[in-house]
Structure formats: C-alpha cells, structure tokens
C-alpha cells in the first residue's frame, strides 16, 4: 500500500528486455534507506519488487501484465520515474489509498498554467471515468491527485509548485503517456452497485453514490 506522496525521482539506469517482460534498474538515493530485497517500491505507481540493489540503484522485474497496462514498456536509459516506498505502519496519511495496481494508460492532453498551479488535462479510456467523482482521488503515475473535473473521456488536475518540481510531472509534456490507478474506495462501491439487485450500474444507482451528475 502507498500513499501517492513521492519521494523522489530517480532514473532508469539499465534495461533489460526479456519478450514480453523485462528487467528494470533504478537509480535512486532516499527509497534505498532502510530497503531489503524483496520489499515493494511503486515505480510510476507500479508496485514493484526490489530483487537486487546497492548504493544508488535498486533492480527489479516487470512481469508481461505489468507491460501491457503501465507505461513501463515505453522506459529507457534515462527516463525518469516517480519513487515511493510502501507506507508503513503509523505513517501519516497525506495522500490516499493508493494499491500500486494501475488501472490504465492514459495521455497528457495538455498543460496550462494557472495562477500558482499547472492544470494538466489527461485523455483516459471511459472505462476508468466511471470511477471519478469531482474532487475524488486519482493517482498520475503514482502521484495523489484531487479531480477539478472528468467528462466522458477525459479528466483534469490542478498541480501546485510542489508537487511539480518534486515529481516527474515537472518535465512532463502533452503526448506523454501516463499510469492512472482510480480511487480505489470508488472502485470497491461500483463493484458492490454492480453486484447489487439487477447487477447492472444504473443511472440512479450512480447518481446515488456521486458517479454521475
């Protein structure tokens, strides 16, 4: 479990490509702090598993259904990537829930400025916006984010200058492809809904619990 807080970004260090999986190395400093083999670490907000590290890096695998729905595939040399530890016990909530399971891929639609803050629009399959609600949680390649709003396709946030130069978000530009994990309280109710009487998410039904106007 994670929070959406990133801790630092670290650097695609090596990239070993096996089929339809691949092998990742991370370079990094902070996560490495108390880090074991086998402990989890969302790259992107991907929840991976350290198999290997030293004083700066950390290796891990990518399995194929990691591939197919991340944007971890699209990595090489260089290519920066939003780190965070597993929260651990006591830890401060600052963020949401945030399982490192990625629902989809989704595209930076564009990047404006606004006032103290960058408003980014993000074109997403409509299967994942039937999990947003106005001012609900979403995670951006696994940075917590609050919703301004979402349309049928499409949904924007509103960054503010700290999380912009303290994630990988500060160089990020429209075309960029992006891992979006929906709030996962959002999708635990849809599923109850679904599963409800005629098992089907009705107009009303949705209405009900603030996933449609």
Known sequence: MFTGLVEEVGRIRAVERRGMAMRLSVACQRVLDDVSVGDSIAVNGVCLTVTSFGKD???TDVMPESMKKTNLGRC????PVNLERAVAAGQRMGGHFVQGHVDGVGWIQSRTPSENAVLFRFEVPDRLTRWMVDKGSVAVNGISLTLVEWEE?????SVIPHT???TQLKDAQPGDAVNIECDMIGKYVAKLVEQSGDRGLSEEKLKRFGFAE
Do not use: C, I, K, M
């Not at 090489?76 to 290519?79: E, I, L, Q, R």
């Not at 396709?153 to 946030?157: D, E, G, L, M």
């Open 153 to 157: 396709r499409a949904f924007t946030v």
């Open 57 to 59: 890096f950390f290796d």
């Open 164 to 166: 912009l130069e303290s």
């Open 76 to 79: 090489s040399v260089g290519t």
